[in-house]
């Protein structure tokens, strides 16, 4: 089980947005499981009993989990998804298909001041932002798809911090590449132009921008980790809430830069898969209740 995935708030069409995403991206693309409402989740979220909950996907083999939470959140461009591709054809059909009912906030064509031959930034339909990049690797990271996050608006200037912060959060955290504005050019001197960085096995990219965007990190794009043990959920937990950090509810929390996560024990998955859907609905119900999410309870839960 791969420990970090990437997770996307929608309201509806789940099932319709997976099968497109798989549709477009080929290759080591599929849906793996989807799950749906039950009593005691349906209370919670306020959606019908029976409707889609969640849809666990990957493309282009990187793990996504698509949550059809309701209207309150929607993803942002401050973490958007580069997709490299390998020639004109492919960045064509990408940008053609993910552009069509979107909004489309660079179109593509080449630019001067960003490598490769061609580019585009778009919003999908779903509201899901795409970064297409004919030029595949040119970015330094491993991954055909790869997380960006944008620093924008209070927090623009912090994501030198911010990669340092994650790179120590997790064992495995590398800096990849890091490029900074000099003197001159058109933001800050120092803040981040560029940057790769390899959280949990998954390369990631972070910017800096103060241009006046008018977005910033929600809770519609999230980081889910992944945990094998109660010490490793306490780690991630603590380490994340720390320095003005904020807990939610049901295993979700927001660092101190405003980027969401979700720290979810393995066996909860394991219980959901494998085991009996009565006395599943009462894990869920306890964990309705929890703030960071405790296993022991959980597994009392599950066996009454």
């Not at 995403?21 to 749906?36: C, D, E, P, Q, W």
């Not at 009912?101 to 593509?108: A, H, K, Q, S, T």
């Not at 932002?129 to 996050?149: D, E, F």
């Not at 940057?195 to 972070?206: G, H, N, P, Q, W």
Request: net charge negative; with cysteine; charged share 20%.
């Amino acid at each position: 089980m791969q420990k970090l995935r990437n997770c996307l708030w929608f309201d509806g069409n789940a099932i319709k947005a997976a099968e497109m995403y798989v549709r477009l991206f080929g290759g080591n693309s599929k849906i793996v499981a989807v799950t749906h409402y039950d009593e005691a989740t349906s209370k919670a979220a306020g959606m019908p009993v029976g409707d889609v909950l969640t849809v666990d996907l990957l493309l282009a083999g990187l793990p996504f989990l698509i949550l059809n939470g309701g209207p309150m959140f929607q993803p942002t461009p401050a973490v958007s998804y580069a997709v490299h591709c390998d020639d004109d054809a492919e960045i064509e059909r990408l940008y053609a298909a993910l552009s069509k009912d979107g909004l489309v906030l660079m179109e593509l064509q080449k630019y001067e001041l960003i490598p490769g031959e061609k580019y585009a930034w778009v919003n999908d339909e779903y509201g899901v932002s795409w970064q297409l990049i004919h030029n595949k690797g040119m970015c330094g990271a491993r991954q055909k798809i790869v997380p960006c996050l944008l620093f924008t608006r209070t927090q623009a200037g912090r994501a030198s911090e911010a990669i340092n912060f994650y790179t120590k959060v997790f064992s495995d955290g590398t800096i990849l590449k890091i490029e900074k504005y000099a003197a001159g050019e058109d933001q800050p001197e120092g803040h981040v132009k560029h940057a790769v960085f390899t959280i949990s096995d998954t390369d990631m990219v972070a910017m800096d921008n103060e241009s006046g965007h008018n977005f910033g990190f929600t809770p519609g794009n999230s980081f889910i980790i992944m945990c094998d043990s109660q010490d490793m959920v306490d780690r991630y937990w603590d380490a994340l809430t720390a320095d003005g950090g904020q807990a939610g509810h049901c295993g979700w929390l927001t660092d101190k830069f405003g980027n969401s996560w979700q720290v979810v024990p393995e066996v909860i998955i394991d219980l959901m898969v494998h085991g009996d859907k009565e006395k599943y609905k009462n894990v869920n119900a306890a964990m309705m209740q929890m703030k960071k999410l405790d296993i022991a309870a959980l597994q009392k839960a599950y066996t009454g």
